[in-house]
């Protein structure tokens, strides 16, 4: 049985995967959501700054807000990129990104509670931010063990 090091870094990056097949299904689901937020705030005329984060742009450097969605859009599209490879080609790296993806929204949530902004509502990412490190957590636990069989989900 491989470290659990061995299994978080693997020597070889290669594309067998040996977790759980559901944290595979799910690590591909979230990327999907990583692409669609990443273009959304990257093409979208508000960034998704006031109508999905609830962000008043009606003040003086709106625009500056705007424009730093669109960067974040475009950081988010290039991590997307690299889970579509390590989904295509690296699998064995799943148990890596996940770590990244528990990193990512502990990060946010961190931000928001040293540098909080008032907003208009609530946004949904507030809440989505406390489900994705449950998920993530728990996939990552999947992906990092073996099943008994290749039948086990």
Same mark, same amino acid.
């Given at each position: 049985?491989?470290?659990?090091?061995?299994? #978080?870094?693997?020597?070889?990056?290669?594309?067998?995967?040996?977790?759980?097949?559901?944290?595979?299904? #799910?690590?591909?689901?979230?990327?999907?959501?990583?692409?669609?937020?990443?273009?959304?705030? @990257?093409?979208?005329?508000?960034?998704?700054?006031?109508?999905?984060? *609830?962000?008043?742009?009606?003040?003086?450097?709106?625009?500056?807000?705007?424009?730093?969605?669109?960067?974040?859009?475009?950081?988010?599209?290039?991590?997307?990129?690299?889970?579509?490879?390590? @989904?295509?080609?690296?699998?064995?790296?799943?148990?890596?990104?996940?770590?990244?993806?528990?990193?990512?929204?502990?990060?946010?949530?961190?931000?928001?509670?040293?540098?909080?902004?008032? *907003? *208009?509502?609530?946004?949904?990412?507030?809440?989505?931010?406390? #489900?994705?490190?449950?998920?993530?957590?728990?996939? @990552?636990?999947?992906?990092?063990?073996?099943?008994?069989?290749?039948?086990?989900?």
């Amino acid at each position: 049985m491989s470290t659990l090091t061995s299994k #978080i870094l693997p020597e070889k990056a290669e594309n067998d995967y040996k977790g759980y097949k559901v944290a595979e299904i #799910i690590f591909l689901i979230l990327t999907i959501v990583t692409i669609i937020r990443s273009l959304i705030h @990257f093409l979208a005329p508000d960034g998704g700054a006031g109508s999905i984060a *609830t962000i008043d742009l009606g003040v003086e450097g709106a625009e500056i807000i705007i424009s730093i969605f669109a960067l974040w859009g475009s950081s988010q599209l290039l991590m997307a990129i690299i889970y579509l490879i390590v @989904f295509f080609r690296y699998k064995n790296l799943i148990p890596l990104m996940y770590i990244l993806i528990i990193a990512e929204y502990i990060m946010r949530i961190i931000v928001g509670l040293i540098k909080p902004f008032e *907003t *208009t509502g609530i946004a949904p990412v507030a809440v989505w931010n406390y #489900i994705a490190i449950s998920l993530a957590l728990m996939m @990552f636990l999947l992906s990092i063990l073996e099943p008994d069989s290749k039948n086990q989900i």
